[in-house]
DNA sequence: ATAAAGTCTATAAATTTAATAGACTAATTA
DNA sequence: TAATTAGTCTATTAAATTTATAGACTTTAT
């Protein structure tokens, strides 16, 4: 990164390319908007594929692998044939945001030895217990899955009409 | 990562493999243990980038360009030349995990829109200040630059020995 | 001088992300 | 029961990024 920083500078002022280390990847982004989205169809009617795809502006053939996954996991359901769609199956409150991006992204942590499902040492560390940058990223991780946990959909939307008030 | 739950759980258990989508890169946890390593020799002394990367087990070309970039970011200074190597020109209070990670693996955010040098608008938002996902990943990115701001060399090093009291 | 040690440029292998195409299956309804 | 709608499955590809590796070059101490 630092040695194409003259290049970065140029795209973020010409094509806004950004940088996405850290950062969730556009599948589990895509999931969220999605879910948000049937969340705010009111009823528990099927919505099409081609409609979320349209309003979130999702490409179509993408959406279909994600809602799948979504599917599988528990927190969405589908019918088929006319008039089919998705849907959820999980309330609202029950669909949080820590669950969605492990499902796409793997663990939230920054190092492996902090996971809880994906734990792996780092060979390097001599005593894991007394590591301090561990020590860290374990206090980073924890409160990090603390607030993406209290963020379910409910939250989300109760969050925007919160914000709207303001404004 | 849905679609090869089975090799994945194959690949864990066998090969210990990790996605990294939300980790930081292997470039950046070197340069957080090499910094750690150079804190922790005392007295400004050089130390050579040879010795850093068999103590820390970091491919030694790979460090070269790591110590080049902390160095071009004014984290360290170098010395050429016999009896030289690299050292600490910031004090280790003044090194933090959030700069080195930033330095390395760009803006530490889960969304463009909430980061501050790297801001970047999400096309399918139709009004980013009363977004209620945007608010969720706004509120989570300050609180893990907050405490990675606190995590500066100095402080590793007083959490490793407080650790290393308990046990 | 010469040996030690950092610097610079280029390139390559491996992995992952994001996306696309097309055939197939299931369910509804006329 | 045929036609249509809409989700499901398999394969492939393009682009980007990460993680290195190689080798020539420069500087400095003794």
Chains 1, 2 share one sequence.
Do not use: W
Request: hydrophobic fraction near 40%; proline fraction near 3%; include cysteine.
């Amino acid at each position: 990164m630092i040695a194409k920083y003259g290049i970065i500078i140029k795209k973020i002022a010409i094509k806004s390319d950004i940088f996405v280390t850290l950062m969730i990847s556009k599948k589990t982004k895509y999931a969220i908007n999605a879910l948000v989205y049937l969340a705010k169809q009111d009823e528990r009617q099927p919505t099409r594929i081609s409609d979320v795809s349209k309003a979130q502006n999702i490409p179509q053939k993408f959406l279909e692998a994600i809602l799948l996954d979504l599917k599988k996991s528990g927190i969405l359901a589908s019918k088929k044939g006319k008039g089919g769609g998705y849907y959820l199956l999980q309330s609202p409150e029950e669909v949080n945001l820590a669950d969605v991006m492990r499902l796409f992204d793997g663990p939230i942590a920054f190092l492996p030895c902090v996971t809880y499902k994906y734990y792996e040492r780092c060979e390097e560390c001599k005593d894991e217990e007394t590591c301090g940058i561990r020590d860290v990223f374990l206090q980073v991780r924890n409160k990090t899955v603390e607030l993406l946990k209290d963020a379910n959909l409910a939250e989300i939307m109760h969050r925007e009409s919160r914000l709207k008030k303001i404004l």
